[in-house]
């Protein structure tokens, strides 16, 4: 089947909004053995947006259009669809009594205005948009769909989850499942080299590839059902597992924050930190995860100096040793694990900037952690702008706190043998 994306927004092209849209729908379009093959962006143009609604139709089997579904007047996604399609736009009564008794439940009056968000066309049957006012379409003429969704990411993702999915797994002549393996501590040559034997596999096969978080080891099966790709991949997975061993942190959308925090709390253990140049973002990251109050006790972000002292860094050090430093670093942790009555402590400082500090080039970053009884340090140097630098930091300061959990925990496994 091949399919068409149209993402629909003057702000789009005007680069005010981030199309992830597209994104996500190519992302989850091959689960359904679907070939996308063009992508289109166009602005709240009438004759411009008909002319790319009409090529969608003309040579694609299957078109998601997204946005344009508001109650305004350059809102006019419905109707390009219906004069493309050559039909009439009519009020659906149920849509309506919909939309009237949402702004009725949250205190407004809804503007008649709104009453276009509840039209459709005869080929249209309504989708339910529970986390917005605009319902999407599922078009289905002539042996050829179109799909229409919100324009927000939270509406679109939901409707796509609840509503488009199980439509698109009922018609799927086949599905390809994956199950990507995370990786850290190699290079992605070492894991191709590593997993050598498994990639002449071609259904399952496997892809290596470099990510922000590590190296990912994706492994793909095609089948007729779920369960059937599930099946094929099973074997390949665990013979994967096993000769990646303790380099595999975790799979598909798993974060290494949320890896680090279930070690955290099978352990019983609390975090602190004390962040410097990362300004906080380790801490966002742990606390993206639900439950994170079950191990993460806070983090004290100390970026002037003189607020390190104010909160345990003894001045000596940074006056000796100098802020960007090792020493400061495992200062930091300790007071961070003092201050925030942690079990362990992490602190990082370093040169967020593209400026040379203290002699020491950008991206330069000094991570330690400390449970009390022993310092662990790690040094990182790497410089492709301010936010890939703090990002390379976070991932640096979570792989030494995995690291030093992953060793506890075999060092527990072994004294109770």
């Known amino acids: 089947m091949r399919a068409e994306v149209i993402s629909i927004g003057t702000e789009i092209l005007l680069g005010e909004i ?3 849209n597209a ?9 359904y053995g679907i070939d996308l ?24 089997d299957l078109t998601f259009v997204t946005g344009g579904l508001g109650p305004t007047e350059d809102d006019i996604t419905r109707e390009t669809i219906a004069g493309v399609l050559g039909e009439q736009l009519t009020v659906d009564a149920e849509q309506e009594a919909i939309l009237r008794e949402r702004m009725e439940r949250g205190g407004r009056r809804m503007p008649e205005r709104n009453i276009k968000q509840a039209m459709v066309i005869p080929s249209a049957r309504p989708l ?30 939901r409707m796509w989850e609840h509503e488009v999915s ?11 499942v994956s199950r990507t393996l995370k990786t850290t501590g190699l290079g992605e040559s070492t894991v191709d080299e590593m997993l050598s034997p498994l990639l002449s596999s071609t259904n399952p096969s496997i892809g290596i590839y470099h990510r922000q978080d590590g190296v990912h080891a994706r492994i793909a099966a095609k089948a007729p059902t779920f369960e059937e790709a599930h099946f094929l991949i099973e074997p390949v997975e665990a013979e994967a597992r096993k000769i990646l061993g303790v380099y595999v942190w975790g799979v598909d959308d798993e974060s290494l924050a949320a890896s680090v925090g279930q070690m955290l709390r099978g352990q019983n253990l609390t975090l602190g930190l004390m962040e410097s140049a990362t300004a906080g973002l380790i801490a966002s990251n742990m606390t993206d995860v639900d439950g994170s109050s079950d191990y993460f006790r806070g983090s004290l972000v100390t970026y002037a100096t003189d607020v390190k002292h104010l909160n345990g860094v003894p001045a000596e050090v940074t006056t000796i040793h100098g802020v960007i430093s090792r020493e400061t670093a495992e200062a930091m942790a300790s007071a961070a694990r003092e201050r925030l009555k942690a079990d362990i402590g992490l602190g990082i400082t370093g040169i967020a900037g593209g400026e040379e500090v203290e002699g020491q080039p950008p991206g330069t970053m000094h991570i ?41 925990a075999g060092a527990e496994l072994d004294g109770a043998k």
């Open 37 to 60: 093959l063009w992508v289109s962006q166009v602005g709240d143009n009438p004759g411009r947006m008909r002319e790319v609604v009409e090529r969608a139709w003309e040579r694609s």
């Open 368 to 408: 330690a952690l400390t449970d009390g009884n022993e310092v662990r340090y790690a040094y990182s140097r790497y410089y492709q702008g301010r936010d890939a630098a703090k990002k390379r930091a976070v991932l640096s300061a979570l792989t030494l706190l995995r690291d030093f959990l992953m060793e506890r």
């Open 23 to 31: 994104a996500f729908i190519a992302g989850h379009l091959p689960h």
């Open 166 to 176: 199980p439509e698109l797994e009922k018609r799927a002549d086949s599905i390809l």
């Open 128 to 157: 339910a948009n529970p986390r917005g006012t605009a319902p999407g379409w599922w078009v289905e003429r002539d042996g050829k769909i179109i799909v229409m969704m919100p324009g927000p990411p939270a509406e679109m993702t």
């Open 18 to 20: 981030t199309d992830t």
